[in-house]
């Protein structure tokens, strides 16, 4: 029954670094009961038990198979933080048991897997939400509520990228750390979803705008090669055979006329940056130098000006009234304001501000890109998972953690 907050039942499949700090979070909320871990490692569901009795005492139960989880009655809903390649089985599995789904961010392995994403979700009507936690960045949701006030004027291109150091993955392989192994075998835009969340938002993807189409180009690959060699020695067998280029870029044409470009930068040194930037027909925002320029507004002609000047004004109603309360959890507060998201959602028996169509067209941009690439940066077409219902006035979710509104 639709109650604000009332207790809901969460269980939570895939209980490694992310799924235990996820516990951390939804541990605090008192509306919140972690009812049932789940994980095919036993340490890490004991991890993670006494992550949850560092705040509460109820009983959890513990299950390796996720399916002995999903028969649980009393669980509502279900937050997958496993490996990218179960994300989408277990979700599907979950709404199949007519439970709300919640997955962690990651590429698709291919386009069949996100249809039946879909598919399912139209079977069931059980929401489906990716746990995109950069959609609620503060930075992005007051870019989002700057373009939404007019700001920019006409949006015509927007970027991003994943400029993270994460050349570790390569030591990683030695523990069978599975992002590792994408890594390794896989030349893709490979996680391309907390650039292009708040991107889609800003651009109304799937809501009178969509992807139309993608090219992908990668550059040559050294940094996981020469970072295996310090790590394993020369002759191991990884040195020379990284698949993954050190840069990918990646360009989408939407329906609407902008372009997007996507960087994927994990494999070289740098410090870390969304590289999140708009650019419209009044004005333009950068967050690497945490800048904008507005024609209209900016007291200098052509010289950048501080965001900050603009946040008073502009920070979103979502961050006004959690910097009041407190910012509280993970990765800057997003990862709380997005557990926060899903949980009211089934609170409220809603939908979700982030739905399938979302997830899977975020998802699906890895395997476009890997196909792009493959055939020398060959334009692919993205599939339309609304199946035209982008033409027309989708539902939208009402109320505070909205995206649309
Ligand atoms: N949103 C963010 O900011 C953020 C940050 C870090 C990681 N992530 C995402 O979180 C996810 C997990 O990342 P991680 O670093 O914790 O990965 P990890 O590989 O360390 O942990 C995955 C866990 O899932 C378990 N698992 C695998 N298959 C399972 C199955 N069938 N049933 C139950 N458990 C299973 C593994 O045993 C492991 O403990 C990834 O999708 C990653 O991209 C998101």
Redesign the pocket.
Same mark, same amino acid.
């Given at each position: 029954m639709a109650e604000k907050n009332r207790t809901v039942k969460i269980g939570v499949?895939?209980? &490694?670094?992310? &799924?235990? &700090?996820l516990i951390g979070t939804l541990a605090q909320m008192d509306d919140v009961v972690i009812s049932a871990v $789940?994980? +095919?490692?036993d340490e $890490?569901i004991d991890e993670a038990i006494g992550r949850i009795r560092e705040y509460k005492d109820y009983p959890v139960k513990r299950f %390796? %198979?996720?399916h002995d989880l999903l028969a649980e009655k009393d669980i509502e809903g279900v937050v997958i933080?496993?490996?990218?390649?179960?994300?989408i089985e +277990?979700a599907i599995a979950s709404m199949e048991a007519g439970k709300y789904a919640a997955?962690?961010?990651?590429g698709a392995n291919s386009i069949e897997e996100c249809w039946d994403l879909v598919k399912t979700y139209e079977k069931t009507k059980v929401p489906c939400m990716m746990?995109? %936690? $950069?959609c609620y960045g503060q930075y992005e949701l007051a870019i989002l509520n700057m373009i939404r006030h007019g700001l920019f004027g006409e949006i015509i291109h927007c970027a991003g990228g994943y400029h993270h150091d994460l050349r570790t993955l390569a030591d990683a392989l030695a523990r069978n750390?599975?992002?590792s192994f994408h890594h390794l075998h896989r030349n893709a835009e490979l996680?391309p979803t907390?650039e292009i969340g708040p991107i889609s938002k800003y651009l109304n993807i799937n809501r009178g705008n969509r992807f139309l189409t993608l090219t992908s180009t990668a550059s040559k690959s050294r940094g996981l090669g020469i970072r295996a060699e310090e790590v394993f020695g020369k002759d191991n067998p990884y040195t020379q055979n990284y698949a993954l280029g050190d840069i990918v870029t990646t360009v989408i044409k939407c329906a609407g006329g902008e372009t997007i470009t996507l960087t994927h930068d994990t494999s070289l040194p740098r410090p870390y940056s969304r590289g999140n930037a708009v650019h419209g027909t009044k004005g333009i925002w950068m967050e690497i130098n945490k800048s904008v320029y507005f024609e209209d507004l900016s007291p200098n002609p052509h010289e950048w000006e501080p965001i900050e000047n603009y946040l008073d004004k502009y920070n979103h109603p979502i961050w006004k009234e959690f910097l009041e309360d407190g910012v509280t959890g &993970?990765?800057g507060g997003?990862?709380y304001l997005v557990l926060r998201a899903f949980i009211e959602s089934i609170q409220n028996e809603t939908i979700t501000p982030i739905d399938v169509y979302e997830s899977a067209s975020w998802m699906a941009i890895t395997c476009l890109s890997e196909q792009s690439i493959s055939m020398g940066s060959m334009p692919v077409a993205f599939p339309d998972f609304t199946n035209g219902k982008w033409l027309t006035q989708r539902p939208v979710l009402e109320g505070k953690y909205s995206l649309d509104k």
């Open positions: 499949v895939g209980l &490694g670094g992310r &799924g235990r &700090g $789940c994980d +095919i490692v $890490c %390796n %198979n996720y933080a496993t490996s990218w390649n179960e994300h +277990i997955f962690e961010v990651g746990l995109e %936690n $950069c750390k599975q992002r996680y907390h &993970g990765h997003m990862d």
